[in-house]
């Protein structure tokens, strides 16, 4: 969702309401190449090298964590 935002208009979305959310939401505009970055790095476990799985977590609670966005690149 955050790259198609700031990729092209949306003509059903008011442009007020655009503009707002590209101003609240510019400091994360790179975060999704970060993260796709960072998942692509491999471990090194006594010199074998392992895939890293990124899981993004959602708060539901203080103490609770549900996935809401699982990236492998095997």
């Known amino acids: 969702m955050l790259e198609s935002l700031f990729q ?11 503009i707002k ?7 994360y505009r790179n975060e999704v190449n970060r993260i796709r970055d ?3 790095k491999k471990v090194l476990i006594f010199e074998k090298p392992y895939d890293l ?7 539901i609670s203080d103490t609770e964590y549900k996935v809401s966005i699982e990236i492998s690149l095997c």
């Open 8 to 18: 092209k208009e949306s003509p059903s979305v008011p442009k007020l309401l655009e």
């Open 21 to 27: 959310l590209k101003n609240n939401l510019g400091a």
């Open 38 to 40: 960072f998942s692509r």
């Open 53 to 59: 799985k990124v899981i993004l977590l959602e708060k």
